[in-house]
């Protein structure tokens, strides 16, 4: 049987609010023990790897602690081998993702005159913090985004992601963060090209502009489901349509 390895993005794809679409839990499943690689392949920077970890255990996908690429990762990457001097970063996060973040990482957080600064999905972000961010970014200092999804899905419908954060940010002081760290960016997309050397690789996920972008620039076989933010098909040269990610993992 030829080995697969199969990117699978989470929110919207494999389920919503953390609970499991029908079938997925059993069909991620038998595709393990069918002897192909799954790694979860997430633009959330709310979580922290090891609640991924955790959180993925018990809702009964099959998961490691390396199953799991984040945008956290893909940053950590990026300051390890940077060759701009930034020593002190300031990570607007939760305590977990902070920790994971700055573990092994030769750099401070010293927060009151940071290098740069790494914008997550902080869903504790308050506006005392917001409005310091602001004035630390009109004074000249950088910013970083993990990810630029506008929107995260839930069973109530979308709420701001990363990307709408960055782009208050931007409507307020009129400055563009440099770069960011998700899908479907350089960053993301050469960090996860390594899973994929000579095997047949899937990217799976629910969001054209994220997913399918980063999937065709890898030159994997690309599947948008209609279970999260794309709600129909359309014809784009290198990515298929499946109505949910179960009727895609049944062709394998």
């Given at each position: 049987?030829?080995?697969?390895?199969?990117?699978?993005?989470?929110?919207?794809?494999?389920?919503?609010?953390?609970?499991?679409?029908?079938?997925?839990?059993?069909?991620?499943?038998?595709?393990?023990?069918?002897?192909?690689?799954?790694?979860?392949?997430?633009?959330?920077?709310?979580?922290?790897?090891?609640?991924?970890?955790?959180?993925?255990?018990?809702?009964?996908?099959?998961?490691?602690?390396?199953?799991?690429?984040?945008?956290?990762?893909?940053?950590?990457?990026?300051?390890?081998?940077?060759?701009?001097?930034?020593?002190?970063?300031?990570?607007?996060?939760?305590?977990?993702?902070?920790?994971?973040?700055?573990?092994?990482?030769?750099?401070?957080?010293?927060?009151?005159?940071?290098?740069?600064?790494?914008?997550?999905?902080?869903?504790?972000?308050?506006?005392?913090?917001?409005?310091?961010?602001?004035?630390?970014?009109?004074?000249?200092?950088?910013?970083?985004?993990?990810?630029?999804?506008?929107?995260?899905?839930?069973?109530?419908?979308?709420?701001?992601?990363?990307?709408?954060?960055?782009?208050?940010?931007?409507?307020?002081?009129?400055?563009?963060?440099?770069?960011h760290f998700g899908k479907p960016g350089d960053h993301y997309s050469?960090?996860?090209?390594?899973?994929?050397?000579?095997?047949?690789?899937?990217?799976?996920?629910?969001?054209?502009?994220?997913?399918?972008?980063?999937?065709?620039?890898?030159?994997?076989?690309?599947?948008?489901?209609?279970?999260?933010?794309?709600?129909?098909?359309?014809?784009?040269?290198?990515?298929?349509?499946?109505?949910?990610?179960?009727?895609?993992?049944?062709?394998?």
């Amino acid at each position: 049987m030829e080995r697969n390895v199969i990117l699978c993005d989470l929110d919207g794809t494999l389920y919503q609010d953390g609970v499991p679409f029908d079938g997925i839990v059993e069909s991620l499943n038998k595709l393990e023990q069918n002897g192909n690689d799954i790694y979860y392949m997430t633009n959330n920077s709310s979580l922290s790897i090891n609640e991924y970890t955790q959180k993925l255990g018990e809702i009964g996908f099959p998961c490691a602690k390396d199953s799991i690429i984040s945008p956290i990762l893909t940053a950590k990457s990026y300051f390890k081998s940077s060759t701009y001097e930034y020593k002190n970063i300031y990570v607007s996060g939760s305590d977990s993702v902070k920790d994971e973040f700055f573990h092994g990482l030769q750099v401070t957080s010293d927060k009151s005159a940071p290098d740069c600064i790494l914008m997550t999905f902080n869903k504790g972000l308050s506006y005392a913090e917001l409005q310091k961010i602001c004035e630390w970014i009109n004074d000249g200092i950088p910013y970083f985004l993990t990810h630029i999804d506008l929107s995260c899905p839930t069973a109530k419908g979308p709420i701001p992601d990363c990307g709408s954060i960055g782009e208050l940010i931007f409507k307020t002081t009129n400055i563009k963060p440099i770069d960011h760290f998700g899908k479907p960016g350089d960053h993301y997309s050469n960090f996860i090209s390594k899973y994929i050397k000579n095997s047949n690789a899937y990217v799976v996920g629910d969001r054209i502009y994220t997913d399918g972008d980063v999937g065709v620039k890898i030159g994997a076989k690309t599947i948008i489901v209609l279970t999260g933010e794309t709600k129909e098909p359309s014809s784009i040269e290198g990515i298929t349509f499946y109505d949910t990610a179960v009727d895609f993992f049944d062709t394998l």
